[in-house]
């Protein structure tokens, strides 16, 4: 069993940048395909970004594809989520997942088979 924790969330102007971090618990990380996922208020959660378990494969939802880079150090056990040119649009609470598959991740989202998930990070996007 992995374990998920999020960091880096915070206050932001629009335009500006974050990078989420996301430390795994457990020898097992390498094995898992990592996600993110955000929920904004009163909406449901959303899939954000996926990346296979050795990294070359990578799927973004559209509205962010060109401005949030995820990425992963198998070594440190942590996956990150570089998000460039923020819109108010991106305020959400940020999750991170892990699953059998990137592929699972973007086609069936947040109900899809996922095996944990952490607590969350909050990224609030001013205009």
């Known amino acids: 069993q992995v374990q998920l924790a999020e960091s880096g969330g915070g206050l932001v102007q629009a335009g500006g940048s974050l990078r989420l971090s996301c430390a795994a618990s457990?020898?097992?990380?390498?094995?898992?395909?990592m996600g993110w996922f955000r929920q904004a208020p009163g909406k449901e959660r959303e899939f954000v970004a996926a990346?296979?378990?050795?990294?070359?494969?990578?799927y973004y939802t559209d509205s962010v594809k060109g401005r949030f880079t995820i990425s992963r150090d198998n070594a440190k056990n942590t996956v990150y989520l570089q998000m460039n040119s923020l819109k108010p649009e991106d305020t959400a609470v940020y999750f991170c997942?892990?699953?059998?598959?990137?592929?699972?991740?973007?086609?069936?989202?947040?109900?899809?088979?996922?095996?944990?998930w952490g607590q969350g990070t909050l990224v609030t996007v001013s205009s």
């Open positions: 997942a892990a699953g059998t598959t990137a592929q699972h991740m973007h086609f069936l989202g947040p109900k899809g088979p996922l095996h944990a």
């Open positions: 457990g020898r097992t990380f390498s094995s898992y395909a």
């Open positions: 990346i296979s378990w050795s990294g070359p494969t990578t």
